[in-house]
Protein backbone atom coordinates (compact mmCIF):
# COMPACT_ATOMS: atom_id res chain seq x y z
CA UNK A 1 0.00 0.00 0.00
CA UNK A 2 1.26 3.60 -1.19
CA UNK A 3 0.98 6.24 1.45
CA UNK A 4 2.19 10.17 1.13
CA UNK A 5 1.18 12.35 3.67
CA UNK A 6 1.93 16.28 3.73
CA UNK A 7 2.62 18.29 7.23
CA UNK A 8 3.53 21.87 7.74
CA UNK A 9 0.83 23.94 6.72
CA UNK A 10 -0.48 26.73 8.36
CA UNK A 11 -1.58 30.46 8.59
CA UNK A 12 1.20 32.92 8.61
CA UNK A 13 1.46 36.15 7.56
CA UNK A 14 2.73 37.89 4.24
CA UNK A 15 6.47 37.61 3.83
CA UNK A 16 6.86 34.55 6.60
CA UNK A 17 8.39 30.94 5.66
CA UNK A 18 6.69 27.82 6.22
CA UNK A 19 8.23 24.39 5.21
CA UNK A 20 6.50 21.36 3.88
CA UNK A 21 6.84 17.88 4.76
CA UNK A 22 5.90 14.97 2.57
CA UNK A 23 6.38 11.01 4.12
CA UNK A 24 6.67 8.34 2.01
CA UNK A 25 5.53 4.97 2.86
CA UNK A 26 5.34 1.55 0.99
CA UNK A 27 7.43 1.83 -1.42
CA UNK A 28 10.93 3.07 -2.54
CA UNK A 29 10.29 6.66 -2.28
CA UNK A 30 13.43 7.77 -1.97
CA UNK A 31 14.36 6.70 -5.32
CA UNK A 32 12.00 8.11 -7.05
CA UNK A 33 10.94 11.43 -8.79
CA UNK A 34 8.91 13.77 -6.71
CA UNK A 35 6.65 16.79 -6.97
CA UNK A 36 4.81 19.29 -5.41
CA UNK A 37 1.42 20.71 -6.62
CA UNK A 38 -1.12 23.67 -5.28
CA UNK A 39 -4.49 24.19 -5.80
CA UNK A 40 -6.54 27.25 -4.86
CA UNK A 41 -10.10 27.75 -4.80
CA UNK A 42 -12.27 27.73 -8.12
CA UNK A 43 -8.31 26.94 -9.99
CA UNK A 44 -6.79 24.10 -11.67
CA UNK A 45 -4.44 22.04 -9.35
CA UNK A 46 -1.34 23.27 -10.82
CA UNK A 47 2.66 22.57 -10.79
CA UNK A 48 4.71 23.94 -8.05
CA UNK A 49 8.21 21.96 -7.80
CA UNK A 50 9.82 18.64 -8.89
CA UNK A 51 13.02 16.99 -7.71
CA UNK A 52 14.46 14.00 -9.65
CA UNK A 53 15.28 10.59 -8.32
CA UNK A 54 18.61 11.33 -6.96
CA UNK A 55 17.96 14.98 -5.94
CA UNK A 56 20.22 16.34 -8.30
CA UNK A 57 18.15 18.42 -10.34
CA UNK A 58 14.88 20.67 -9.22
CA UNK A 59 12.11 22.07 -11.28
CA UNK A 60 10.36 25.04 -10.16
CA UNK A 61 6.97 27.05 -11.24
CA UNK A 62 7.93 30.48 -12.21
CA UNK A 63 5.21 32.04 -9.52
CA UNK A 64 7.63 30.34 -7.09
CA UNK A 65 11.10 30.30 -8.69
CA UNK A 66 13.12 32.11 -6.25
CA UNK A 67 11.19 31.63 -3.05
CA UNK A 68 10.68 28.00 -3.11
CA UNK A 69 12.96 24.73 -2.64
CA UNK A 70 12.22 21.41 -2.80
CA UNK A 71 14.71 19.10 -1.39
CA UNK A 72 14.85 14.93 -0.17
CA UNK A 73 16.07 13.19 2.46
CA UNK A 74 16.44 9.95 1.40
CA UNK A 75 17.35 8.61 5.14
CA UNK A 76 13.83 10.30 6.19
CA UNK A 77 12.05 8.84 2.83
CA UNK A 78 10.73 12.56 3.44
CA UNK A 79 10.62 15.50 0.48
CA UNK A 80 10.16 18.94 1.19
CA UNK A 81 8.79 22.25 0.13
CA UNK A 82 10.38 25.28 2.18
CA UNK A 83 8.72 28.35 1.16
CA UNK A 84 10.18 31.75 1.98
CA UNK A 85 8.34 35.44 1.15
CA UNK A 86 5.03 33.65 1.21
CA UNK A 87 2.24 36.15 -0.64
CA UNK A 88 -1.39 36.00 -0.35
CA UNK A 89 -1.17 34.36 -3.69
CA UNK A 90 0.48 31.29 -2.77
CA UNK A 91 -2.42 30.09 -0.49
CA UNK A 92 -3.70 27.27 -1.40
CA UNK A 93 -3.99 23.18 -0.62
CA UNK A 94 -0.28 21.70 -1.26
CA UNK A 95 -0.25 18.26 -2.70
CA UNK A 96 2.77 16.05 -3.10
CA UNK A 97 2.69 13.37 -5.77
CA UNK A 98 5.12 10.78 -7.14
CA UNK A 99 6.68 9.00 -8.97
CA UNK A 100 7.30 10.82 -12.76
CA UNK A 101 9.35 9.72 -15.08
CA UNK A 102 10.33 12.13 -17.97
CA UNK A 103 7.56 15.07 -17.55
CA UNK A 104 6.84 16.51 -14.40
CA UNK A 105 4.71 19.61 -15.25
CA UNK A 106 1.13 17.65 -15.08
CA UNK A 107 -0.96 16.23 -12.72
CA UNK A 108 -0.83 13.59 -14.75
CA UNK A 109 2.13 12.99 -15.10
CA UNK A 110 1.92 11.15 -11.44
CA UNK A 111 0.18 8.64 -10.03
CA UNK A 112 0.40 8.61 -6.16
CA UNK A 113 -1.18 12.05 -4.06
CA UNK A 114 -1.32 12.62 -0.61
CA UNK A 115 -4.18 14.13 1.34
CA UNK A 116 -3.10 17.84 0.74
CA UNK A 117 -1.99 20.35 3.66
CA UNK A 118 -3.62 23.79 3.62
CA UNK A 119 -1.40 27.05 3.12
CA UNK A 120 -3.10 30.40 4.19
CA UNK A 121 -1.38 33.44 3.83
CA UNK A 122 -2.77 36.64 5.21
CA UNK A 123 -2.18 40.05 4.17
Known amino acids: QVQLVESGGGLVQVGDSLRLSCAAS????????MGWFRQAPGKEREFVAA????????YYADSVKGRFTISKNNAKNTVYLQMNSLKPDDTAVYYC????????????????WGQGTQVTVSS
Open 26 to 33: GRAWSTSA
Open 51 to 58: ISWSGGST
Open 97 to 112: AGPYISTYRLASDYRY
